[in-house]
């Protein structure tokens, strides 16, 4: 296997235990900032090259997001390695018992190409920050960031405890027969069915970022224009490539009628009247994703957009209408910049339609009214929800980003990224001495010796009297 | 095909009526699943003894006081559990509503496992229960008593759609891993493990699996011996040995394995007198073939202590060997019986290498009255969790989540983090349709301005 022998030094390196320490942990972590700092330019260019990133978003999406995770690991990674200790029952009351983390060992990050660096940055860093020693395998689609990652990245890392691994298909497939002590996993669900039948090989946990069609339901009391441009925003942002995009929209058809001239209104404002000569909308990322997403304009009737050069793989902000669910743009998760709108009777039509498909990324709901929007949080399941806006909720270290059934299993960012990537052993610490506590518990079995036992370690209810 | 698709489309239609999901539902459930233990004690310690020779007050401490524990812990802390957690919030997000929501996943499958037959399927029915799922409980067929008993009981006290038992061997436990879950907890072997994780990749279902390995148990020369050896002997016995985190072999100093040997020979008198098969406290192995498989550990062994054995009753005597090689039959599998190994080793960096190159074991040992050692040995090690100065307490401490790592297992359970792993932790953000001015930053066209804030 051409990989075995990275895997094995990398193994060796964790062994040795170079990347236990906090302060080599921190030392990588500032050496990464050092990366996003004097590689910017580098940065903003291999974007641009490979989907027409816009500046903005790239400061935006790529590297201020990788920033944050960084520094909120940085201020608290002392906090976070340290053993939490625990309560325990009266038997062990003189021990001391805690939950130690422990780094895995070697673990595989495999990213995608819609946001290259965030989306392998994002986990690096939990990674490191656990004391892991780490292969990344960056996507081959956005081959200018690839080519970016695997010659720079290198030369701020130690490399006997990082490496960066470059190719296709089978490439990756080779690598995922090498044992790995956790897989870290963002793309398609098809390729996450691949990549853990792989892991049950070795029974290496993964986590494992996918994807769906993410609904967006517009109650009808709202205010138009401001949903519209929060739609709008989430929608066509890195021209519609984004996991967590509003996929399609479901309204009445009263508040369709509202919605497109607020929808067109926003795209104006937001690209111009030519959005082609925008500079803050972007492509898509090759000639095979424009093809498939080019192919799904022929559903419904183009209300807004519809336009497309292939010689710039460029289509336009586009929403469509008169969507019937059985029409291919309501196959597939789009990851362009169109947006259906499926038109429901209300509510309630809305959730049942959310509820016969499969659980996705995220669940957006606009409405003034609390309680519509409650509602719909309460009866659908979703990886995230976001109420009255799109993709913020993912810019919180605080909360934890994952899916859930088809769109994945696992979470991260900011501690849950370290606590991804840490094992947590279960430790008890004990006296020799006081011997005689023990006794009840020891054979020969006496119906007195267990009712000490019974008294010293079961957990009692605080109302059981007022029950009786 | 059929009768599995049905009982799991049935649990699936009866999750999705939402019915499992009020806290009053679910605290309803788990009293109910109280008074069945406490109701049928006697008839459960009868199967426990059927299948595994387990007496009265043992099996009662090693498999129902957990339980009622846990049931105890799980409807006294529900409330908070099920609580939506509130975040730390930022300058942008003052005004707004940011949550994490703990949620049911859906429909989730147990698969127990032979030696603790009835606590190893009702600790983590209890948290899954808690957590708002439908459950499908698939008990071992091995402990053919307490798997028959307990698909009789549950339908009697518990929701009989939401929370079937599925019995059966090899055949229906492959069919059941065909159907599409939301969460697989398995608890049995490594070999098996795979096949349940491979299964449950092609529904991208999320796994906790509770696997097994050889649990290390390093003895330091700086130790009290006598304390030391009375420990080792009550948890590696305990269950004719048949126990996940059994102390599976012992490494020590040649120098001292002499009076390991001694004090654990005088702790079997102790526990079960000169004659241990009639002692009521002794367990058997579970089968026949079980029974063949620790006997044939045996062979070219240096038998310091035990050895005996009886086909008919699955009785194997509390056996001791010295001197064994690493590379010898008994050194590569797990044991699953009353058989320790001793394995001397010069140091304790000898015994950290020792342990480091094989698979990370469920449970790792370490005695001495040095502080140090014990540190230094869980700091160059790994494992799914470890006591020191003692065996097994680690896993009755409520608030430590039980689990392995590498091919011990994945995932964790025991109190919250039972719920934990049966919950989806829902990140939730809800904003005001107003304030749209502060969202104007972010949206184009771009200026440098909008860049630098």
Not at chain 1, 347 to 362: K, T, V
Not at chain 2, 149 to 170: F, K, M, N, W
Not at chain 2, 239 to 251: K, M, R, S
Not at chain 2, 428 to 440: G, Q, R, S, T
Request: glycine letters at 8%; hydrophobic letters at 40%.
């Amino acid at each position: 296997n051409p990989y075995a022998g990275l895997v094995t030094h990398l193994r060796a390196s964790w062994l040795s235990g170079k990347t236990r320490p906090m302060e080599y942990r921190m030392a990588q972590l500032e050496a990464l900032g050092r990366f996003l700092d004097e590689k910017k330019q580098e940065i903003l260019e291999a974007t641009a090259a490979d989907m027409g990133k816009p500046l903005f978003e790239v400061e935006l999406s790529e590297l201020l997001l990788c920033k944050n995770e960084l520094h909120e690991t940085l201020n608290n990674l002392s906090q976070w390695m340290k053993d939490k200790q625990v309560d325990k029952p009266l038997a062990t009351r003189l021990d001391s018992a805690f939950i130690r983390k422990e780094p895995y060992g070697v673990v595989l990050i495999i990213a995608p190409w819609n946001y290259p660096i965030y989306l392998f940055m994002g986990p690096l860093i939990g990674a490191i920050a656990a004391g892991n020693c780490v292969i990344i395998k960056p996507s081959e689609v956005s081959k200018n960031t690839e080519r970016l990652v695997a010659e720079a990245l290198p030369c701020y890392l130690d490399q006997d405890c990082f490496a960066v691994v470059t190719g296709g298909v089978q490439e990756t497939t080779r690598l995922l027969e090498n044992k790995f002590d956790y897989i870290f996993y963002t793309g398609s669900p098809s390729v996450g069915r691949i990549v853990m039948t792989a892991a049950a090989k070795h029974l290496t946990p993964v986590t494992l970022e996918l994807g769906g069609k993410n609904p967006c339901y517009v109650s009808d009391t709202c205010d138009v224009p401001n949903v519209a441009r929060r739609v709008v925003w989430g929608r066509f942002f890195n021209a519609g490539q984004t996991c967590i995009a509003p996929d399609y929209l479901l309204c009445t058809l009263e508040m369709q009628k509202k919605l497109l001239p607020a929808l067109h209104e926003a795209i104006t404002e937001f690209y111009g009247p030519n959005p082609q000569e925008s500079p803050d909308f972007g492509r898509i990322v090759g000639d095979k994703q424009f093809q498939r997403v080019k192919r799904l304009l022929c559903s419904g009737r183009v209300a807004i957009g519809g336009q497309t050069d292939e010689a710039e793989r460029y289509i336009a902000p586009t929403v469509l209408v008169e969507v019937q669910p059985s029409d291919p743009v309501m196959q597939e998760e789009i990851f362009g910049p169109i947006l259906p709108i499926v038109v429901v009777a209300n509510m309630d039509e809305a959730i049942d339609f959310i509820n016969s498909r499969e659980r996705p990324l995220a669940i957006y709901a606009f409405s003034s009214n609390d309680k519509v929007v409650n509602e719909v949080l309460e009866r659908t399941s979703s990886g995230g929800f976001c109420g009255n806006d799109t993709l913020m909720h993912v810019t919180l270290t605080s909360l934890p980003f994952g899916g859930i059934g088809n769109s994945g299993l696992g979470k991260y960012h900011g501690k849950f990224t370290f606590d991804t990537f840490s094992h947590r052993r279960g430790c008890l610490m004990r006296g020799m001495g006081r011997e005689t506590l023990n006794a009840p518990r020891y054979p020969p079995y006496s119906q007195k010796k267990f009712g000490i036992v019974q008294a010293t370690s079961k957990v009692t209810r605080k109302d059981d009297c007022i029950l009786l | 095909m059929e009768r599995m698709q049905q009982v799991v489309g049935r649990a699936r239609a009866a999750f999705n009526s939402g019915r499992s999901r009020p806290l009053e539902f679910r605290i309803q459930q788990l009293k109910a699943l109280e008074r069945m233990v406490q109701e049928k004690e006697k008839e459960i310690l009868a199967a426990l003894h059927a299948d595994l020779h387990k007496d009265g007050p043992n099996a009662y401490s090693q498999e129902i006081l957990g339980v009622l524990t846990e049931l105890a812990l799980a409807m006294e802390q529900l409330p908070s559990w099920a609580a939506p957690q509130h975040v730390k919030k930022d300058l942008l997000t003052m005004r707004d509503d940011i949550f994490i929501n703990p949620e049911p996943l859906g429909v989730v499958l147990i698969i127990g496992a032979w030696n603790y037959p009835f606590m190893l399927v009702i600790m983590p029915l209890i948290g899954a229960i808690a957590a708002g799922n439908a459950v499908v409980v698939k008990p071992s067929e091995v402990s053919e008593n307490t798997a028959q008993l307990v698909a009789e009981l549950l339908p009697q006290y518990l929701d009989r759609e939401l929370y079937p038992v599925v019995t059966g061997g090899v055949p229906e436990t492959t069919e059941l891993l065909a159907q599409r879950f939301d969460h697989i907890l398995y608890t049995g072997n490594t070999a098996v493990g795979k096949i349940v994780m491979a299964a449950a990749a092609k529904h991208l279902t999320p796994v906790t699996l509770e696997l097994g390995g050889k649990s290390p148990c390093y003895i330091d020369k700086d130790c009290d011996l006598a304390v030391a050896c009375r420990r080792i002997t009550w948890g590696k016995y305990m269950n004719c040995g048949q126990t996940c985190i059994a102390p599976d072999y012992i490494l020590c100093d040649p120098s001292i394995q002499g009076k390991v040997v001694e004090n654990i020979k005088a702790t079997l008198q102790e526990f079960y007198g000169e004659d241990v098969k009639s002692s009521p406290d002794y367990e058997r192995i579970i089968n026949k073939r079980h029974f063949k498989r620790v006997l044939g550990l045996l062979e070219g062994q240096k038998i310091a202590h035990g050895g005996e054995a009886d086909e008919a009753s699955c009785f194997i005597a509390p056996t001791i060997l010295t001197d064994v090689s690493p590379e010898s039959k008994v050194m590569e599998e797990e044991i699953f019986g009353p058989v320790l190994p001793i394995v001397p080793v010069k140091s304790v960096e000898e015994a950290i290498e020792f342990i480091n190159r094989r698979e990370k074991p469920l449970a790792l040992y370490v005695f001495s009255n040095n502080k140090q050692v014990i540190r230094r040995v869980i700091a160059e090690t790994s494992s799914g969790g470890m006591t020191g100065n003692d065996v097994i307490m680690h896993s009755v401490v409520p608030n430590l989540p039980f689990g392995g790592v590498g091919h011990s297992g994945m995932g964790a359970y025991r109190g919250k983090y039972t719920f934990k792993t049966f919950s989806h932790h829902r990140a939730c953000l809800i904003k005001d349709l107003k304030m749209e001015a502060v969202n104007k930053l972010r949206y184009p066209p771009v200026s440098q301005k909008k860049v630098d804030l």
